[in-house]
T-cell receptor, first 113, second 114 residues
Framework: QKEVEQNSGPLSVPEGAIASLNCTYSDRVSQSFFWYRQYSGKSPELIMSIYSNGDKEDGRFTAQLNKASQYVSLLIRDSQPSDSATYLCAVDLMDTGRRALTFGSGTRLQVQP | GAGVSQSPRYKVAKRGQDVALRCDPISGHVSLFWYQQALGQGPEFLTYFQNEAQLDKSGLPSDRFFAERPEGSVSTLKIQRTQQEDSAVYLC????????????FGPGTRLTVL
């Protein structure tokens, strides 16, 4: 089992719809969770960070964290074609002893105009 | 302010050559990370510095890989005797404090070993 798991997609949604991206992780004591957006040929760009259970909203983006279920998600409202990218979930896994982020393989999102 | 910068952006090396990749983190950021990203995968951790101290190098794939940050700012990742399997994008990230903080990535260096 991978430490951070994401569905590779592609997830295809029509323009204006809500895109829902999911991520599960292996460590029950992780404290820091991040979503990065990566356009093809570019480097990851931080879009959301979340540290406590519940929802965190920033513009069209909402991150949701449930530590008991070891689950973090990203909702993108009013999806735009410019949101088409790969979304990477990253977790600071405490049980690895490693002071760096562990990334999922990413979910490719396609927003259809 | 300026973000993380990396150079060169692209590097083509013949198998067996040594390469050096440079990272200039965001000013004032204490922590610096190197990751390797293969096509279609998420970044994989290589090594981590806090100021000039290399606190974790557990992700370096072999002893051909070496990283340093002698003055606690600019870092260099060196790969000796490059192999084809070293071909990847090498990403540098920095954060204000420790590993649990938000990390900001540079544009990456795409290394191709022929």
């Amino acid at each position: 089992q991978k430490e951070v798991e994401q569905n590779s997609g592609p997830l295809s949604v029509p323009e204006g719809a809500i895109a829902s991206l999911n991520c599960t992780y292996s460590d029950r004591v992780s404290q820091s969770f991040f979503w990065y957006r990566q356009y093809s040929g570019k480097s990851p760009e931080l879009i959301m960070s979340i540290y406590s259970n519940g929802d965190k909203e920033d513009g069209r983006f909402t991150a949701q964290l449930n530590k008991a279920s070891q689950y973090v998600s990203l909702l993108i409202r009013d999806s735009q074609p410019s949101d088409s990218a790969t979304y990477l979930c990253a977790v600071d896994l405490m049980d690895t002893g490693r002071r760096a982020l562990t990334f999922g393989s990413g979910t490719r999102l396609q927003v259809q105009p | 302010g300026a973000g993380v910068s990396q150079s060169p952006r692209y590097k083509v090396a013949k198998r067996g050559q040594d390469v050096a990749l440079r990272c200039d983190p965001i000013s004032g950021h204490v922590s610096l990370f190197w990751y390797q990203q293969a096509l279609g995968q998420g970044p994989e951790f290589l090594t981590y510095f806090q100021n000039e101290a290399q606190l974790d190098k557990s992700g370096l794939p072999s002893d051909r890989f070496f990283a340093e940050r002698p003055e606690g700012s600019v870092s260099t990742l060196k790969i000796q005797r490059t192999q084809q399997e070293d071909s990847a994008v090498y990403l540098c990230a920095s954060s204000l404090a420790g590993g649990g903080d938000e990390q900001f990535f540079g544009p990456g260096t795409r290394l191709t070993v022929l």
